[in-house]
Every structure is written in structure tokens, then in C-alpha cells.
């Protein structure tokens, strides 16, 4: 019988350019694990660190950027390892930064990019990467009342 587990996190960045939601995508390493694939960020989540510290922590780590607003989006990632015979639950985060902020990339990536909605949904290699990506454009990344319900921070 699979394991089920719950110990990691993803995190998808954000910003508004002229009304627009843009997402930042994170482009592996070819040498790394996934090499040349777009990525949002995924952490583990360290012993006594909730879920919401691990992608704020991941967010910094991988891309340098500050959060202004830090948001639940309401889903949760899931996920088959194989080779653990698993299945993994990932609470997802949505983060807005300013719209000029720069990008740091961390050790694992070799570029990134912004990218509206159907760019980021292209990119991307799994379903629950293209659904989350739709979800935070539809009901966060315009604001207002609804997106103030699933801000944590």
C-alpha cells in the first residue's frame, strides 16, 4: 500500500504589469534533476518549519525576491513517486512581488522568465502545475474581495 506524505511545498510567483498577471517560471539546469524543464519552485519542508515558511523560505532561496503578499491558493498539489511507492501532497503558495523586482536565480535553475497565463500553462510539464497556474490567474491575481479571502500574510 502507498505511503501518503505531505512534505513539500509549491510555490508560484506573481506580479501585475499594466493590469496584467504575469508568472515567473524557473528553467532547471540541464544537469539537475528535471534538467531543462520550466519549473514554479518546490521545497522541502524542514522539521518545526509550517508549509507557509518553507515556500517563503524557497521563494527567497531560489529567486532572491521578497513577497509583498503571500497568499493560500486553495489547492493542493499531488503527486505519484514511484520509486518511493508515495503519494505526495503539496499545500500550493502564491506570492506577489513588485513589478520591477529582480530575479536571483539559485543554484538549480539557468533561467526564468515572466509569462502570462497561457505561456505558463505551455511551458509546464505537469497537469497540477497548469491547473494551479490558472487558478491563482483567475481568482488571486486580480485582487479584490475574493483574492483577499486566501491571503495568509
Known amino acids: ?50 508549509a507557509l515558511q518553507a515556500a517563503e523560505r524557497a521563494v527567497l532561496g531560489n529567486t532572491g525576491l521578497s513577497v509583498t503578499e503571500a497568499y493560500s491558493a486553495d489547492y493542493i498539489n499531488q503527486v505519484y513517486d514511484h520509486l518511493r511507492d508515495t503519494i505526495i501532497l503539496a499545500p500550493v503558495f502564491a506570492f506577489a512581488v513588485p513589478p520591477r523586482a529582480q530575479v536571483r536565480l539559485g543554484e538549480d535553475f539557468g533561467d526564468s522568465a515572466w509569462c502570462e497565463r497561457e505561456e505558463a500553462t505551455a511551458r509546464l510539464l505537469w497537469s497540477g502545475q497548469r491547473w494551479a497556474i490558472r487558478h491563482i490567474d483567475e481568482v488571486i491575481g486580480q485582487g479584490g474581495p475574493d483574492a483577499e479571502f486566501y491571503r495568509v500574510r
Open 1 to 50: 500500500m502507498p505511503r501518503i506524505v505531505a512534505d513539500i511545498v509549491d510555490a508560484y510567483i506573481f506580479r501585475k504589469i499594466n493590469a496584467r498577471v504575469q508568472f515567473l517560471l524557473l528553467l532547471r539546469r540541464a544537469d539537475a534533476t528535471l534538467g531543462n524543464t520550466w519549473q514554479s519552485i518546490h521545497e522541502k519542508v524542514e522539521p518545526g518549519e509550517t
